[in-house]
């Protein structure tokens, strides 16, 4: 704790004496550990930190920038731009596709950074009792997996599914769906996880994820939510852009009311 205070202290001190602004590029994390005299681990700490804060964003083969993450739009076929709301039975079938073939490259490609940042991750998770922290720390552990492929291809296609996620207001049911027994029971998932990639077996790692995800879809339509079920898209500002207050991790639609 005293490590990563000292360090966050150091890294706060040292982007005012430099005057760093929104979208200023911070210098290598090699170059920073010996320009402020820290270790690497206790660096990646507080970066993770101040990612989770918004306060800065980092793109694979591009390095790590202060400020928020600038938003990306994906074209669709019916709009020609930005993204629709969707269903959350659908972006489970999605992530369903796509992260358990990313957790077993990332067993197979992960690094000793990859390793400290999945592990950060699952253990801040399993730490805290705010379900609106956990959220983050859970998608902090999904994307920090994603990020361990070192694949910017499959990287963006797990970014643009977030991204779709993003624009449904999926709050209601993530409040109902996110008990401390699931909670508990999706930290274990994220425990057995991380041991597989850290193992570097990518076929326990596959499959870990994909029990773990079938999990969420399982309390998913538990609710009753179904494929019939319109979802709500996110508030919209003046502007076009999508309400991003809240975090998204574990939400869901708004139920279409039956006749």
Known sequence: MFA?????????????????KTGDRLLPERQLTTLLGISRRALREVLGEMEL??????????????????AVTHPTPRTGGGQQASH????????????PALAALAAIKVTTADVEAIRHAARRGAETRDPENWGRWDGAFHGAI????????????FDAIEASRAQTNWGRLRAVITTAAM????????????????????????RAMRTHLRSVQLAIESEGIGWD??????????????????PTERAVSRRTPKP
């Not at 990563?4 to 430099?18: C, F, I, K, Q, V």
């Not at 079920?229 to 809240?246: I, K, N, Y």
């Open 88 to 99: 959350p039975l659908a972006v489970m079938e999605a992530r369903l596709t796509l992260e």
């Open 146 to 157: 994603a990020r361990a492929c070192h694949n910017p291809p499959l990287l963006a296609a």
């Open 183 to 206: 909670r508990q029971a999706s930290a274990l998932e994220h425990a057995a996880i991380a041991a597989a990639i850290v193992a570097r077996d990518a076929a326990a790692a596959q």
């Open 229 to 246: 079920d319109t979802p709500e898209p996110r508030g919209q500002h003046a502007d076009g852009h999508a309400d991003t207050d809240e």
């Open 4 to 20: 990563r205070t000292n360090a966050a202290g150091r890294l706060e001190a040292h982007l005012s004496a430099a005057g760093f």
């Open 53 to 70: 804060q918004g306060r800065l964003w980092r793109g694979v083969g591009q390095g790590t920038f202060l400020g928020p993450k600038p």
